[in-house]
């Protein structure tokens, strides 16, 4: 791996926090290309934010468990009756399921593969290019390597892939879908595996280590070059690393515990980012927004 340092490499950005909400863990920007919204939850908070770039609009639901993270379901996911208001792919205390953002925010059960494992949670987790819902899970306390990394499909069914996580995120994947990346943050490495045509796990192998002083790998997303933008927490930066793994700088943020990230629209110039108050004093004003960020792509 390129030994360049993140403090040598800065990326011209634009950076703007958009939403100061003080979320306490805040995590899976999601976008939604239909209606221009970008969903995002406060995992500790128990709550699912909406921000609407056009007009600034904010929303907040008060979901009935915890989420880690939310997709916006492909056309072959098929809701129950009964569902209302916009739906979602949801996943949480509760496992996947899927959640409808009106009213009472009803929800119908997919699959919960760790109901077993009241010590556990699922963190991060978004849609794949192969039509699966990714989601990885972890010990809530963080003090055992007692998470699995699974992939929920549309009749439900339920595949666990990769296990002996402390701190799951992620995953992101190549934009031909055959490679897909997983974090283990608390050992602040990026894994790399490939993914054969039974949708199973292939080749597991460290793509980049960070060092202590560098920071945590938390959520990431890729962009249509195949680089990997990979929030940093405790690291106040989005680090952009290529597909074969050079380190290519780093976008500097203003604040330390950055979360997650995730581009908006196709030309991939602004990049939502979340981020966590967990554990920062008051002082640190931007912990737990939501940032926007204009990248210099040209």
């Known amino acids: 791996m390129d030994v360049l340092s993140p403090e040598t490499a800065e990326i011209e950005a634009e950076v703007a926090c958009v939403w100061p909400a003080r979320a306490i863990l805040g995590e899976s920007p999601c976008w939604d290309a239909a209606t221009a919204k970008l969903y995002w939850t406060d995992i500790k908070g128990a709550r699912l934010h909406a921000y609407s770039p056009k007009d600034g609009r904010r929303e907040t639901w008060t979901p009935p468990c915890r989420i880690g993270s939310v997709g916006v379901p492909p056309p072959h996911w098929n809701p129950p009756p009964g569902l209302r208001g916009t739906l979602l792919l949801a996943c949480g205390d509760f496992g996947l399921m899927w959640l409808g953002l009106d009213g009472e925010i009803p929800t119908a059960p997919i699959a919960h593969p760790e109901a077993?494992?009241?010590?556990?949670?699922?963190?991060?987790?978004?849609?794949?290019?192969?039509?699966?819902?990714?989601?990885?899970?972890?010990?809530?306390?963080?003090?055992?390597?007692?998470?699995?990394?699974?992939?929920?499909?549309?009749?439900?069914?339920?595949?666990?892939?990769?296990?002996?996580?402390?701190?799951?995120?992620?995953?992101?994947?190549?934009?031909?879908?055959?490679?897909?990346?997983?974090?283990?943050?608390?050992?602040?490495?990026?894994?790399?595996?490939?993914?054969?045509?039974?949708?199973?796990?292939?080749?597991?192998?460290?793509?980049?280590?960070?060092?202590?002083?560098?920071?945590?790998p938390d959520g990431m997303t890729t962009d249509r070059d195949g680089n990997l933008w990979i929030a940093m927490w405790d690291g106040a930066r989005i680090e952009k690393i290529s597909p074969q793994g050079m380190r290519l700088g780093h976008v500097a943020m203003p604040t330390s515990r950055v979360t997650s990230c995730t581009f908006a629209g196709e030309d991939e110039i602004i990049l939502y980012v979340t981020s966590a108050s967990i554990g920062l004093p008051d002082a640190d004003a931007l912990a737990g927004g939501l940032f926007e960020v204009y990248l210099d792509r040209a």
């Open 116 to 216: 077993h494992l009241p010590e556990n949670r699922f963190n991060d987790g978004k849609l794949g290019p192969d039509g699966r819902y990714w989601a990885g899970t972890m010990h809530d306390a963080e003090r055992r390597a007692s998470g699995t990394l699974y992939a929920f499909s549309a009749d439900g069914s339920v595949e666990a892939l990769d296990s002996n996580y402390r701190v799951t995120n992620g995953p992101a994947f190549s934009p031909d879908g055959g490679v897909v990346y997983h974090n283990d943050s608390a050992k602040q490495t990026v894994y790399a595996f490939g993914l054969d045509e039974a949708g199973r796990l292939t080749n597991k192998r460290a793509f980049a280590q960070f060092t202590s002083s560098e920071g945590y």
